[in-house]
């Protein structure tokens, strides 16, 4: 898979041995599109076994890549790295990290440039807010800047002058032994910075057999209240949308380069931005299948669903959460639980699918309160396609974070310290602990598991999904789904 070079895989991650080399080396084949696209598309079986082999070694080849990095080992793989980045002759560098865990490695790379090869180094990317600090003290050889926000005003700046920092929106950088930082610039006219250019980038690499394009259509979040949230911050504390005939236009260039599939990665679509996208689409007859993010509010109508299918729209990331509103509250969703069941049912009725979000464990949620998720979804659930799940995580610069109290949370303390801010652990006044939370959340997933009709793995692959759903359309059996019944939902949820 690593183009013929020998590698190690955890016997505990792949007990299966030498056959899991030789699953990996298929599933690149296959979700590349150059061998048995039908075992993608039309063997449900396969795609499972594939995909869960994929899904464990990217996990574990990035763990594994992430502790060496931060070790300071040697790696064959950061040395091949390396090399095409000097190959390129360049005047400088510059790392987009999008989670903390691309950290460890961009930071080995960055360090490698600069001290071994005299490199200016740039770090940026929605990773970086007001965390840029943690980054620098914790990797100080790693950048000579880093841009907290958003980076085209800055880099803009940046290659005028690669030794004047100061004059850089969004810097922070080390002067004097001291961390300085430089206050963002927010561009409100997004139509300015022009469309993204893929021209250098080779699509068929991806492990996909189709390209999908990642789309912004918007800027920052227009709810930005969800007290557990901190994704939104990267843009500023802002909302800004493109324009309707440059987000058409955008769309078209690429449908006349090919390309009809698009990931909508803002961090939520509107009802009403949804409508003129849809009737947009409708009116130019871009022939796409797209999919976003949103929450389930009223205002997605069936009329206004029914818009987005025919525009193109194959399935929904809805910010979900909880099937309690006292906790839905607490989150300050802005969402009410009779609503989301009329949502999801619309949605499904007018061929949409839908993938749900949640969160286990938030600060005072009863075991009581979750299983009223569990009884929700179960309740809906031959509308409902997958489920992205996990346990609360307490993020620096949230509302949960800022405010603690508020939230019962009586002790907050630094578990681990890292360069993105670090685990935090609390303690609440009521509710689950941490560990009851993920007790709870474990003897969940077998039944989280069931949701997707056509393969288990699938909600690992969100672009995987588009495709997939485009392709099948009606065709997807949700009879073959063995949920357990659910009369004492934890008692019924047992891992097996």
């Known amino acids: 898979l690593m183009r013929g070079r020998q590698i190690a895989l955890s016997p505990q991650a792949f007990p299966e041995g030498p056959a899991a080399i030789e699953g990996l080396l298929q599933a690149a084949d296959i979700f590349r599109g150059r061998a048995h696209p039908e075992y993608f598309y039309d063997d449900a079986d396969r795609y499972q076994y594939y995909a869960d082999l994929f899904f464990r070694f990217t996990h574990e080849g990035a763990r594994s890549l992430g502790v060496m990095s931060e070790q300071g080992a040697s790696s064959p793989l950061l040395s091949e790295m390396l090399g095409e980045i000097l190959a390129l002759r360049p005047d400088c560098v510059g790392f987009s990290m999008i989670f903390s865990e691309q950290l460890p490695v961009g930071a080995a790379l960055g360090k490698a440039l600069r001290t071994r090869h005299g490199m200016k180094v740039l770090f940026g990317g929605s990773c970086f807010t007001?965390?840029?600090?943690?980054?620098?003290?914790?990797?100080p050889e790693a950048a000579d800047v880093v841009i907290a926000g958003e980076g085209e005003i800055?880099?803009?700046?940046?290659?005028?002058?690669?030794?004047?920092?100061?004059?850089?929106?969004?810097a922070v950088?080390?002067?004097?032994?001291?961390?300085?930082?430089?206050?963002?610039?927010?561009?409100?006219?997004?139509?300015?910075?022009?469309?993204?250019d893929w021209s250098d980038v080779d699509l068929r690499s991806y492990?996909?057999?189709?390209?999908?394009l990642p789309l912004l259509l918007s800027r920052g979040c227009y709810w930005r209240r969800c007290t557990f949230c901190v994704h939104y911050r990267s843009a500023g504390l802002s909302y800004r949308m493109h324009g309707k005939p440059y987000v058409l236009d955008m769309v078209e260039r690429f449908r006349k380069q090919g390309v009809r599939h698009f990931a909508f990665i803002d961090e939520m679509i509107a009802p009403r931005h949804f409508e003129w996208l849809s009737q947009g689409v409708r009116d130019a007859g871009l022939d796409i299948a797209y999919y976003a993010l949103t929450k389930p509010v009223r205002y997605f109508t069936p009329a206004v669903l029914k818009m987005m299918a025919e525009?193109?729209?194959?399935?929904?990331?809805?910010?979900?959460?909880?099937?309690?509103?006292?906790?839905?509250?607490?989150?300050?969703?802005?969402?009410?639980?009779?609503?989301?069941?009329?949502?999801?049912?619309?949605?499904?009725?007018?061929?949409?699918?839908?993938?749900?979000?949640?969160?286990?464990?938030?600060?005072?949620?009863?075991?009581?309160?979750?299983?009223?998720?569990?009884?929700?979804?179960?309740?809906?659930?031959?509308?409902?396609?997958?489920?992205?799940?996990?346990?609360f995580s307490l993020e620096p610069q949230s509302p949960v974070f800022d405010d603690p109290a508020?939230?019962?949370?009586?002790?907050?303390?630094?578990?681990?310290?890292?360069?993105?801010?670090?685990?935090?652990g609390y303690e609440t006044e009521s509710g689950m602990t941490r560990e009851e939370a993920q007790a709870v959340f474990?003897?969940?997933?077998?039944?989280?598991?069931?949701?997707?009709?056509?393969?288990?793995?699938?909600?690992?692959?969100?672009?995987?999904?588009?495709?997939?759903?485009?392709?099948?359309?009606?065709?997807l059996d949700m009879g073959k789904r063995t949920f357990p019944a659910l009369s004492h939902p934890l008692q019924a949820c047992r891992p097996t």
């Not at 007001?130 to 990797?139: A, G, I, P, R, V």
């Not at 950088?173 to 993204?196: E, H, M, T, W």
């Not at 692959?461 to 065709?475: E, N, S, T, V």
Request: neutral net charge; glycine residues 8%; contains cysteine.
């Open 207 to 212: 492990y996909s057999p189709e390209p999908v």
């Open 173 to 196: 950088f080390y002067k004097d032994g001291q961390v300085r930082s430089v206050p963002n610039v927010i561009g409100n006219d997004l139509d300015a910075f022009g469309p993204p």
């Open 130 to 139: 007001d965390t840029s600090e943690h980054f620098l003290k914790w990797y």
């Open 154 to 170: 800055a880099l803009s700046r940046l290659l005028r002058s690669l030794d004047n920092f100061a004059a850089v929106p969004g």
């Open 406 to 424: 508020r939230y019962g949370i009586k002790r907050v303390w630094l578990r681990q310290p890292g360069p993105s801010g670090g685990s935090w």
């Open 311 to 391: 525009s193109g729209c194959r399935y929904l990331l809805w910010g979900f959460e909880s099937g309690n509103q006292r906790v839905l509250d607490l989150m300050d969703k802005g969402t009410i639980v009779a609503d989301v069941a009329h949502v999801l049912r619309n949605a499904h009725d007018a061929g949409l699918r839908n993938h749900l979000f949640l969160i286990c464990g938030f600060p005072t949620e009863t075991e009581q309160e979750f299983e009223e998720s569990l009884r929700f979804l179960d309740a809906n659930k031959d509308c409902i396609e997958a489920i992205h799940r996990g346990t």
């Open 442 to 475: 474990v003897r969940a997933l077998p039944f989280f598991r069931e949701f997707n009709p056509y393969a288990r793995a699938l909600a690992n692959f969100r672009d995987h999904a588009l495709l997939i759903y485009d392709a099948r359309g009606d065709r």
